[in-house]
């Protein structure tokens, strides 16, 4: 029996959380969430995650209001300067279709997906999970 892949999905939006953790976990994924970058970090540091789903513009600290831009390329340049994540797939979903973003997500061997666009997240998955293997 092949083991269960594990993804943190962050994201601060109640709705779009719920919409996004139930349509991974219908694609077979064991998903935990996080909707601060304080939240988000404590989880990665605890756990062994095979794939970060990720919102770009969330609070810094669980229950702010304020959301300050740029939070989910925080946590992949994080992510690619910690041994343990250097690797993992890590994609992030936003509204900012910039080619500025999207270069900066892309050096840092990210993928990025745009939000309102019709998505395949099965396929952005498994495409992701493959190309980090």
């Known amino acids: ?3 269960v892949k594990q993804l943190l999905l962050v994201e601060d ?3 779009m959380r719920d919409v996004l953790k ?3 976990e219908e694609l077979g994924f064991a998903v935990d969430t996080a909707s601060s970058t304080n939240e988000a970090l404590r989880m990665l ?3 062994a995650y095979d794939l970060v789903f990720s919102d770009n513009q969330f609070p810094r600290f ?6 300050s831009p740029n939070q989910g390329l925080e946590l992949l ?3 690619r300067f910690e ?3 250097e690797h993992t797939p890590f994609i992030l979903h936003t509204a900012d279709d910039s080619p500025t973003l999207k270069d900066k997500v892309r050096s840092l061997r990210g993928i990025f997906c745009a939000k309102g666009a019709s998505n395949n997240f099965e396929q952005i998955l498994q495409n992701a999970l493959l190309e980090h293997a």
């Open 1 to 3: 029996m092949p083991k």
């Open 13 to 15: 939006h109640v709705q």
């Open 22 to 24: 139930e349509c991974f």
């Open 45 to 47: 540091d605890r756990g």
């Open 62 to 67: 669980p229950d702010s209001r304020e959301t």
């Open 77 to 79: 340049q994080w992510a």
């Open 83 to 85: 041994q343990k994540y």
